[in-house]
């Protein structure tokens, strides 16, 4: 599951509408696939992981960091009866989803067609990747958080020894981070 949240975690900010999803295949002790909710939200982890699969997901086990969804907006085919046609044998997942579309049809889908499904996997460890998707989803809103403190969110925008601010942004922009600077221009 641990392997699942990494995974979740690089989707984090590019899946929306949806939430960043990490999933994980194993067979026989090993990792067959792994993937993470597309940008867009779009395909979900589990489709993605699932197709890298391919056969070899038949007989296998798959860590999700949320329930797999019940229903498809869009009318494809839901994570759930993705992974019962696949045949994967169980389905460990970290979080409950509450979201209409999921809100334990999926499990209940699974089960059905025999898949041992097990929720709550390290579920303190993965909530934090769905604070924002459960405030919205409860109010409409965003989460917006503020820093505690002096070094809150900030502490990722230090520039190295010897670096400039404009530096340092270009350098975590680079990184990834999905940042866009540009310096002030300042009128005199």
């Known amino acids: 599951m641990r392997r699942a949240i990494a995974c979740a975690k ?12 990490g999933c994980v295949i194993v067979k026989d002790g090993a990792v067959i696939a792994e993937a993470a909710t597309a940008p867009g939200g779009r395909p979900h982890a589990e489709e993605i992981a699932l197709a890298a699969a391919g056969a070899q997901a038949a007989g296998a086990e798959a860590f999700v960091t949320l329930e797999p969804c019940a229903e498809r907006s869009n009318g494809t085919d839901s994570c759930s009866a993705r992974l019962a046609a696949a045949g994967v044998r169980r389905v460990v997942f970290a979080c409950a989803n509450p ?12 089960a059905k067609a025999g898949i041992m499904v097990e929720g709550g996997l390290l579920a303190e460890e993965a909530a934090w990747l769905y604070r924002g998707f459960w405030r919205r989803l409860e109010t409409g809103l965003p989460l917006v958080e503020a820093a505690a403190g002096p070094d809150g969110f900030d502490g990722l925008f230090e520039p190295a020894p010897g670096e400039s601010l404009d530096e340092a942004l270009r350098r975590y922009g680079r990184a990834g981070y999905g940042l866009l600077w540009t310096p002030l221009q300042r009128s005199r």
Not at 10 to 21: D, E, F, M, R, S
């Open 10 to 21: 690089t989707a984090l900010g590019l899946a929306w509408p949806n939430p960043a999803v």
């Open 99 to 110: 979201h209409a579309l999921s809100a334990g049809g999926g499990p209940e889908r699974m």
